[in-house]
């Protein structure tokens, strides 16, 4: 009987802790942060505020006068020699492969600093000739103040913490926003195919 009854308690507490993990993880879907915020993107799309910003170019835009277009975002900081820098490659790359919508005005890039301070308009502008990103369809901005800069990482779901030696630590990924301006997809910030495809299929009738 004492077996039975520690086999029971045991098949109790272990069906308990599966509830537990099954809500904590979303139905086991979820084992990480940001698993679990992509998946909350897919499944409930998240509208992207008016913030205001400031083009590499200079000129002062609202986040929200980019609707109409599909949108592929990252968050950078021109100072970073590490994924920054990838991203630059990426979005190069991105540039070349969905050239014929975006010469249409159907899909934009965008690179947004989290770095205003240092990251002024020409220095966004050399960040995107570095990476040969030159010409229409990638736009390099900094948020116009604290308050655009924080309502953006929040609904990005972005993550920057000061390092103590000018740089940052921060999560990276390729996000996509729809014509109607909301945030509906979160891709690995390498995965230029997958971002590309994913536009593309979302355009085809």
């Known amino acids: 009987m004492a077996v039975l009854r ?3 308690a045991s098949a109790v507490a272990l069906a308990a802790g599966g509830a537990v993990l099954a809500g904590a993880t979303d139905g086991f879907r979820a084992f990480t942060a940001e698993t679990a915020r992509r998946i909350a993107v897919r499944e409930h799309p998240r509208a992207v505020p008016p913030a205001a910003l400031q083009t590499a170019d200079g000129r ?3 986040f929200d006068a980019l609707r109409g277009r599909w949108l592929i975002v990252d968050f950078i900081y021109t100072n970073c020699a590490t994924v920054c820098s990838a991203q630059g490659g990426v979005f190069a790359r991105l540039q070349r492969e969905l050239a014929v919508p975006i010469a249409a005005g ?22 995107q000739r570095l990476h040969g990103g030159e010409g ?3 736009i390099a901005a900094r948020p116009a103040d604290a308050a655009a ?5 929040r609904s990005f779901g972005v993550v920057a913490v000061p390092d103590g030696g000018g740089g940052f630590v921060h999560n990276a990924a390729l996000s996509v926003v729809d014509p ?10 390498d995965d230029a195919a997958g971002a590309a495809g994913y536009v593309a299929q979302q355009m085809t009738p």
């Open 6 to 8: 520690t086999l029971l």
């Open 60 to 62: 002062r835009i609202g």
């Open 106 to 127: 159907h899909v934009a890039l965008m690179s947004i600093s989290f770095d205003p301070a240092r990251d002024d308009p020409a220095a966004l502008a050399a960040y």
């Open 136 to 138: 229409s369809g990638w």
């Open 149 to 153: 800069l924080a309502a953006l990482l």
């Open 180 to 189: 109607d301006g909301r945030l509906v997809a979160i891709l690995d910030w």
